[in-house]
């Protein structure tokens, strides 16, 4: 049998998870990564020195793969999908019209109001001097959000009007997250918070377990938001039944949206959910995998991943999704200072790819001569199963340690809510 030729676009954990998942699963691939890191064993690199989009594309088209599965956020916003597909490559991502659920924050809400999905309240501001009144009228706290891509910095919580003058200035004025078309400002929702991930092909959707990442840098959610410190999946304070039902109004109503506004989607949606009481409310779409909810997720899948991207790449129906009666777990080993300024090329002394029954995922790492080094302020995701979740944490706590030096951290309460 022919091997499938395979290129994963990204080189984060989330790309390295599913790397891993595909080797695990199939013999019968040969993977190639833009750009390889060299860390991952029996990955191939992929044009590591093209930095445009436009020289990728050619040489993709030159080349040709089986699949191509696009991991960033970037690259599908700017419709790099929508390019691969005009030469007929097989995709797994979705279109560019599509991918604005997560690059346009003003689209997605204005989708969310149109097909009924359940979100919070918000005005939007697209020019500081014509509209900085209406920040008087709102009832305070409330969230300020970019609507562009900001590198997940983009939303601001804002106690009170001077300061979201402020946040609004520096938005729109002051460009302090890039070139932004406007801003929402949202009603402030309090409730706990869900990572609901779903992938949507044919007109059908699949959804993952709950999962939850935990996005503050220190211990009892204090300190910066960041990326994701950690993960867990399932969830035991979210049950079964609630998380399908609300799965099923909200992929539903995704789904006949796309359909009234002829949007394609071949991909993974990922709809952060906050549930005030016992009822969800969307507070963003992302048009990719979480990064690191992926981690967990497909340590937990039992379907042949290479299977459903290829059914999801071709919108075919996906199949039903099965996962593992087991507790998965991923904490995430940062540069001392991260989020805000941190070191790079910090050594990771000792590196496996696997410890026991522990995946040591690779980052943001790079492998230079015979030396591990940090590329980025998110190093290594340690990841582990299993049916006990007191097993699972002293498992993956075990192991994090030996990566413990006065370089780096990690949060300790990672899957406590
Ligand atoms: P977003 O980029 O929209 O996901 O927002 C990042 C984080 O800000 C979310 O995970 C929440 O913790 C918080 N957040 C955003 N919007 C709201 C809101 N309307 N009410 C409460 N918290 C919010
Ligand atoms: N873990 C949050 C995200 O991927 O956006």
């Known amino acids: 049998m022919k091997n499938f030729d395979i290129l994963v676009i990204g080189n984060g954990g989330r790309e390295a998870a599913i790397i891993y998942k595909l080797l695990e699963q199939n013999e019968n691939i040969n993977i190639y990564q833009w750009q390889y890191q060299g860390v991952i064993s029996n990955v191939n690199p992929f044009c590591n020195d093209i930095d445009s989009d436009e020289e990728l594309l050619k040489e993709i088209v030159k080349r040709g793969f089986d699949l191509v599965i696009i991991g960033p956020e970037i690259p599908l916003v700017n ?48 020019d500081f001097e014509d509209e900085k009144d209406k920040l008087k009228s709102v009832i305070y706290p409330v969230f300020m959000k970019a609507s562009g891509l900001a590198g997940g910095k983009g939303a601001v919580f804002c106690e009170n009007y001077d300061f979201a003058l402020k946040i609004l200035e520096d938005i729109l004025v002051n460009n302090k997250f890039g070139d932004q078309e406007g801003v929402l400002v949202e009603e402030y929702l309090q409730g706990v918070e869900i990572s609901m991930l779903g992938l949507i092909s ?18 009892n959610n204090e300190g910066l938001n960041t990326g994701g410190m950690g993960a867990i999946s399932p969830l035991d304070d979210i049950s079964k039944c609630d998380y399908e039902k609300w799965g099923k109004i909200i992929f539903d109503k995704v789904i006949a949206g796309m359909k009234a506004e002829n949007i394609q989607y071949n991909g993974v949606l990922y709809v ?79 590196y496996k790819e696997l410890m026991k029954d522990i995946r040591i995922i690779p980052a943001n790492l790079k492998k230079v001569d015979e ?18 979740y007191a097993k699972l944490r002293e498992k993956v706590y075990n192991t994090i340690k030996h990566f413990k030096n006065e370089n780096v951290f990690y949060r300790i309460d990672i899957g406590e809510i």
Do not use: W
């Open 79 to 126: 419709g790099f999908s929508d390019q691969l597909r005009a030469y007929s490559i097989d995709v797994f991502g979705p279109s560019q019209r599509g991918a604005m659920l997560e690059g346009s924050k003003i689209f997605a809400k204005e989708f969310m109001e149109k097909f009924g999905i359940p979100t919070a309240k918000s005005i939007t501001i697209c």
């Open 202 to 219: 044919n007109n059908k959707y699949e959804i993952f377990p709950p999962s939850r990442d935990h996005k503050r840098a220190l211990d």
């Open 272 to 350: 952060g959910l906050i549930l005030v009481g016992n009822i969800p409310f969307v507070l963003e779409f992302n048009c990719r995998f979480g990064d690191p909810e992926t981690q967990v997720l497909l340590s937990l899948l039992k379907n042949n991943l290479l299977d459903i991207f290829f059914n999801v790449a071709g919108n075919k129906d996906i199949g039903k999704m099965e996962f593992k009666n087991e507790y998965a777990l991923t904490v995430v080993l940062a540069a001392k200072g991260y989020p805000e300024r941190y070191n790079k090329n910090i050594e990771i002394k000792n």
């Open 371 to 388: 030396r591990f080094l940090s590329t980025g302020g998110r190093i290594l995701n340690i990841t582990g199963t299993d049916k006990s």
